[in-house]
């Protein structure tokens, strides 16, 4: 018979196992879960790893569901509690750093780039081909336009369609 630590490992591993087919948490795991994203995004913050408190959401976001996936969760279901783990983590956040959560668009790489700013270019931004001489960001009009249609898409876009255009792009 099998006594002490080993048997609370044991029936916790099947507790684990019985909520994965559940498709959820317990509820002191999913706390202890929401405290430990908290505490390693505020480190982060706080050692200047992240720009923002949000700097780390698609890797966490990302291993979370990889885990869950790993304990037997389908993959739909662990994508949804990773996003409901870090919801919740970022409201606390928020809360302690009176921060707020920057727009989808404040997010993009072409937001932070200031009027005056010169980035010298070498080649189009939509196609990647050979700038030709007296072009700065485009190689025609056909690729401004291309581009320009695409980022006005994700602009007006949803969260869904939002997400999948992003990932698209990609």
Known sequence: MIEGPALGFDRQHERWARD???????????????????????????????????????????????????????????DLMARDLLANAFRVLEGRFEAERPEWNEGQPEWVVHEGLLIERTRCINCHCQLPEGHHKYCSRL????????????LVAGEGLAIKLAIDSI
Not at 71 to 76: I, K, R, T
Not at 143 to 154: D, E, F, I, L, V
């Open 20 to 78: 994965a087919r559940r498709g959820k948490l317990g509820r002191g795991r999913y706390r202890a879960l929401v405290e430990q994203l908290v505490t390693v995004t505020h480190m982060a913050f706080e050692a200047g790893a992240i720009g923002s408190l949000w700097g780390l959401e698609g890797p966490m976001r990302a291993g979370i569901r990889e885990d869950l996936c790993r304990q037997a969760w389908g993959w739909s279901a662990a």
């Open 143 to 154: 690729c401004a336009g291309a581009t320009q249609q695409r980022h006005y898409r994700r």
